[in-house]
């Protein structure tokens, strides 16, 4: 998808990507210029909210109490 530069340096999000992001009138956009390309980030009201569920089925739970065992191995020695 593509968008053009206005005389007061303005673009449209494509409807599309509107659509897909959730992006409403007002929100806020970051921009990341990483010197080679650019991002722009919706930022969202309640990022909280905005995490929620993205880590079902990643079993934390079992990853968080493996690492601290061996947190405690590695401390006994």
Do not use: F
Request: charged content about 40%; proline content about 4%.
């Amino acid at each position: 998808m593509k968008s053009m530069v206005s005389k007061r340096w303005q673009t449209v999000i494509p409807a599309a990507i509107r659509r897909r992001h959730k992006i409403r009138e007002g929100d806020m956009l970051e921009w990341i210029d990483d010197g080679e390309t650019i991002r722009v980030v919706p930022i969202t009201s309640d990022p909280v909210r905005a995490l929620r569920g993205r880590a079902k089925g990643e079993r934390l739970t079992e990853w968080l109490l493996t690492a601290r065992a061996e947190d405690r191995q590695r401390e006994r020695r």
